[in-house]
């Protein structure tokens, strides 16, 4: 059983993807307005949206909006490399091997600039961030609350402004608070 409807864009596409599935939307380079705009997902809602995005901030923060935008309350986005092994592995500009990029910055900036919602991140497979779009105005003020009480972390955060090095340090040494950091196999205990 899979979640419907099942979509899937694909940007910077040269050649169809290795795994053989099927993409819905695709464009040869970073710009995804055309398909955004197809009517297939004019106002669609998913309730869980996946984004491993070209890893540069611009991409990054694009895509984990656009992502929030088509989750319905109560869904999730999960965002893939939120937390790269190394500093060489969460340099700005691409390049071939492992390479994360600084989509952690932009799904930091974007989860402390958003405090209505909740997010974690799992301590598997480079960091898979989920961000939860809450349900209601209860969830919405519990947020809130909670993230009010990280003003201060939300401070340190903003003061690193566009500095990837200042960023990749901080991560390194707050990425328990900055992420909420969850072990992957206390969370899966926890669901099965």
Avoid at 91 to 99: D, K, L, Q, T
Avoid at 164 to 185: G, N, W
């Amino acid at each position: 059983m899979g979640f419907q409807p099942c979509m899937r864009l694909v940007y910077r596409a040269t050649e169809p993807p290795l795994d053989g599935l099927p993409v819905d939307f695709t464009s040869a380079d970073e710009n995804i307005a055309t398909c955004l705009e197809d009517t297939r997902l004019k106002g669609q809602t998913f309730d869980l949206v996946f984004v491993d995005p070209h890893h540069t901030y611009e991409c990054s923060a694009r895509d984990i909006r656009e992502a929030f935008r088509m989750v319905a309350p109560g869904g999730a986005v999960v965002v893939h490399d939120c937390l790269p092994p190394d500093r060489a592995a969460a340099n700005p500009a691409f390049f071939h091997g492992e390479w994360c990029g600084v989509t952690y910055k932009a799904y930091i900036d974007f989860v402390l600039g958003n405090p209505d919602l909740d997010y974690f991140t799992v301590d598997a497979d480079y960091g898979c961030g989920v961000i939860l779009k809450p349900m209601g105005t209860g969830a919405k003020i519990k947020n809130w609350l909670r993230a009010r009480r990280a003003r201060g972390l939300k401070g340190e955060w903003r003061a690193i402004g566009n500095d990837f090095d200042a960023a990749f340090d901080k991560l390194v040494s707050d990425k328990t608070r900055l992420l909420r950091l969850v072990d992957f196999r206390l969370l899966r205990r926890k669901l099965g």
